[in-house]
């Protein structure tokens, strides 16, 4: 459909969730062909989308329309800074997080653990621990909880104790069951 529609040669084009029903790289695919039509062109496309990251990673503008509110319109990173993209999708349990451009889950909050190691794993051990509500500080930070990425293993340090897990899913299901974290 989105070819017969671009072999009329349209100024305009009007798409609404041209996307919807495609994988994740189709998607991508398709918006990053519609923006490079666009570019080469001069077709204005327009598009609804429900995929915000992906409109926000591709889109020349985004206008932004919150329920019950007033249209926004702005390059994508225009609208992160002005603080609409936070407000347009404030609810209770999500927030926009504009430093990190993402929105963010709210947990029950499991309390500060530090984190100490670099590179991809710590990356993801990071992502993991918030995913089950922690706070992640930098080590040095003392916490009651503290873990340290080893060439083959996690180590968990807390009250005295120390344990190795070989596993991102092991040292997730040690760290939920401790105290306070039930």
Known sequence: MIARALAQSPQVLLLDEPTAFLDLPRRVEITMLLHRIAHDTGCIILLTTHDLDLALRIADRIWLLPAGGQLHTGLPEE?????????????????????????????????????Q??????????????????????APARTATQITLTAD??????????????????????????????
Do not use: M
């Open 117 to 138: 190691g670099t590179g991809l794993r710590a990356v993801w051990t990071q992502r993991a621990l918030e995913r089950v509500g922690y706070d992640v500080l930098p």
């Open 79 to 115: 609208l992160a800074l002005d603080g609409s993209l936070a407000r347009a999708f404030e609810s209770e349990g999500i927030t926009y997080d504009a430093a990190q451009g993402r929105f963010n889950l709210q947990r029950k909050p499991c309390g500060p653990i530090s984190l």
């Open 153 to 182: 293993a996690w180590q968990i340090d807390t009250n005295n104790t120390r344990t190795d897990h070989t596993t991102l899913a092991g040292l997730i299901a040690h760290v939920t069951q401790l105290p306070g974290n039930n």
